[in-house]
């Protein structure tokens, strides 16, 4: 019965949402419509959303096991870092060096893990303290200016396609099906679950939570890491204040991609539609020629929007329950 | 029973604060001898004037159970509009137009933070997010981005008036104490008036520690909420002011980032970021301990590049010993 109404209530955030972009496209149409549906723009789009769409990915995790990950801006921008240098610097093959980007993510995010379960400091502060940290080291590591000038075959990785279709689609969709099956089909992600919607419970039925926020961290930092390579390459460029509007960004897309901001609640496949929304509205202002910062002023009233949205949703459900 | 007490506030947050105060002013004393000048109490407070009345705002906040991120976006708007009218609409040259103009535009934010708080239950992390785009997006699209380092003369006249002119025998250099360092000094005397003696104070730790509870007493859970965010924007609307003027300088972004170090000084100060918990006290000293870090990091020999990351492990840590402060605390109150 319960789960019932869960996909029920699902169901019907996924419908607003492609409601939403269905607006969003016929209002290009009637406004720009041969300008916005170009092979060109679509191309466009996608070479832009995979960066600020992995990250969300990292975001949702942490978000669903009840905490936060603010510190997600700082392990990209670490990542990207150690990557750049490793390639121009050090002459280490791409592959490696990309594995080494995870690899450091893996490790901020553990050890942000490690610090909000063992301790039970809540999750916002020590990622707030941890965003200070691996951006400081990033600019440490760099002394200031950016790391410019890669190998064209590293700045392939973002700016390369086979075809029409760019190579990051098919990154994006790796992680996305990764992630899906992971939160779906794990033990683990049903123990993250679990842990968001009601940690005491989680521990009493014999959950190792310390473990689980671990993990969840971690694979928050690695989601971070890969992101921070797409950047790195897409700019051709790395430094430690890339990319700063995403942590609020990320936020914005997973409260309205439905996951409770409580913990415990969404989907992956919300946070996929909002992730292409976003781009969708993203890109309508870019084509209008509209200033950046309207974009911020409309993500900040979406924001609250999609807030209020849920509440009224959940004030819905439980009247037709009772 | 009496040993167990003073054992108890030896190690009780604020005289940690104290110690470790203590240990850096010697290790940077020890490494620069010139760090042993009035000068140095002078250059802590001027810095610590703008950390200590965020701190003061985001405290107030913390202490009600919720925590607000806009305050660095309303106190950029906050500065920049009053400017922007008195440079390029009417020249009113008027302080008290400024800093009016700068504590509405101040409430008028903090009403729509209490709004989503209270009101429609948000949660207080993404609402006052929200508020900070709003805020920031919205100015720079209707305002542009300028910046205005003139200041009119009845401002000018603020940034004029000192309270203490020292000059170094040493250097022979001459340090000045602007009188609005009052302001953050007066306030806080207020605010722990206010804190522990009337109902408003005492209101504000009650739902900060348990809303249900608080509501069951009596107490209007709401209106405090209101109170607390509205307080944050009035007073960051002073404060950014302030800033203008010591700074002489008002942009769109000068502010932004600042949360991040405000919430650590309010943490490591001894405020609960779960809410309930914490004084004007332990906030003092961790705001003087900070800007001492912040300030001296060159004179200890720390390059400018690492000085980001020093100050983040400092705040990491301080983050630490509090909350593992916190846990012993409440073990020791429950034996």
């Known amino acids: 019965m319960k789960k019932k109404t869960a996909s029920k209530k699902l169901n019907d955030h996924i419908k607003v949402l492609i409601l939403m972009m269905v607006f969003v496209l016929i209002l290009m149409a009637v406004l720009k419509g041969p300008v916005y549906y170009s092979v060109n723009n679509f191309r466009s789009m996608i070479f832009q959303f995979p960066e600020y769409g992995v990250l969300s990915f990292g975001m949702m995790v942490c978000m669903i096991a009840g905490g936060i990950d603010l510190s997600l801006v700082g392990i990209m921008n670490l ?9 121009k610097n050090a002459g280490v093959p ?11 993510g893996a490790g901020c995010g553990a050890l942000n893990g490690l610090i909000i379960g063992s301790l039970d400091i809540p999750a916002m502060l020590v990622t707030l303290c941890g965003l200070e940290v691996y951006s400081g080291l990033a600019l440490a590591i760099t002394g200031g200016p950016a790391i410019n000038g890669m190998s064209d ?12 279709i760019p190579y990051v689609l098919f990154i994006f969709i790796g992680v ?20 968001g919607s009601n940690k005491q419970a989680a521990r009493y039925s014999g959950i190792n939570t310390l473990r689980t926020t671990i993990l969840a961290h971690t694979m928050s930092g690695i989601l971070g890491g890969i992101s921070g390579i797409i950047i790195t390459s897409h700019l051709n460029s790395a430094k430690s204040s890339n990319g700063s509007t995403y942590t609020l960004l990320s936020l914005l897309i997973v409260v309205l991609g439905g996951i409770n901001p409580d913990g415990g609640g969404g989907t992956v496949a919300g946070v996929t539609f909002s992730i292409v929304l976003l781009q969708l509205i993203a890109n309508a202002f870019t084509i209008m020629h509209a200033p950046d910062t309207l974009k911020t002023l409309v993500n900040g009233c979406l924001l609250v929007a999609a807030l209020i949205l849920d509440k009224v949703m959940q004030k819905r459900d439980m009247q037709k329950n009772s | 029973m009496n040993s167990k007490k003073k054992h108890a506030w030896l190690t009780s947050n604020q005289m940690i604060l104290v110690y470790i105060i203590a240990v850096f002013s010697l290790i940077v004393g020890i490494r620069q001898p010139a760090f042993w000048d009035f000068a140095t109490v002078l250059n802590t407070m001027r810095a610590a004037i703008f950390t200590m009345c965020f701190a003061l705002c ?12 806009s305050f660095p976006a309303i106190g950029c708007v906050a500065m920049y509009v009053p400017m922007y009218i008195i440079n390029r609409v009417a020249p009113i040259d008027n302080a008290w137009f400024a800093f009016g103009l700068a504590v509405l535009i101040g409430l008028a934010f903090g009403l729509l933070n209490g709004f989503l708080v209270a009101i429609l239950n948000l949660p207080p992390l993404i609402a006052t997010l929200a508020t900070s785009s709003i805020a920031s997006g919205g100015v720079v699209t209707i305002l542009g981005t300028r910046e205005f380092t003139v200041l009119p003369s009845s401002l000018q006249a ?16 001459q340090y000045v104490l602007n009188v609005l360092v009052l302001v953050p000094i007066i306030v806080c005397l207020l605010i722990a008036w206010m804190l522990k003696y009337t109902m408003l104070g005492r209101g504000l730790y009650v ?20 109170a607390a965010y509205v307080w944050s924007g009035v007073f960051v609307g002073v404060a950014a002011m302030i800033y203008n003027i010591l700074m002489h300088s008002a942009t769109t972004s000068a502010l932004m980032g600042d949360e991040m170090i405000t919430i650590a000084a309010c943490v490591i100060g001894g405020v609960r970021i779960t809410g309930g918990h914490g004084g004007v006290g332990g906030v003092v000293l961790s705001v003087i301990l900070i800007t001492l870090v912040q300030n001296n990091l060159n004179m200890l020999g720390i390059p400018t590049s690492w000085q980001r990351f020093v100050v983040g492990i400092v705040l990491l ?13 409440m073990k020791m109150s429950q034996a």
């Open chain 1, 153 to 164: 075959s590293f700045k392939n990785i973002a700016n390369g396609s086979i075809g029409s």
């Open chain 1, 94 to 104: 791409i592959p490696l060096a990309c594995l080494a980007s995870v690899a450091v």
């Open chain 2, 317 to 329: 840590l301080g983050t630490i010993i509090t909350s593992w402060q916190t846990k012993r605390s």
């Open chain 1, 176 to 195: 996305l099906i990764v992630v899906a099956f992971i939160m779906k089909h794990t033990v683990f992600g049903h123990e993250v679950y679990f842990l």
């Open chain 2, 207 to 226: 739902i900060g520690g348990n809303k249900t509870a608080a509501r069951v007493a009596g107490f209007n859970v709401k209106k405090l909420q209101f």
């Open chain 2, 158 to 173: 603020i940034y004029n008036t000192n309270l203490i002119t020292y000059t170094s025998p040493k250097t022979g250099f």
């Open chain 2, 58 to 69: 985001e405290m107030i906040v913390i202490i009600s159970g919720g925590i607000d991120v």
């Open chain 1, 79 to 87: 990542g990207g870092v150690v990557c750049a240098l490793l390639i």
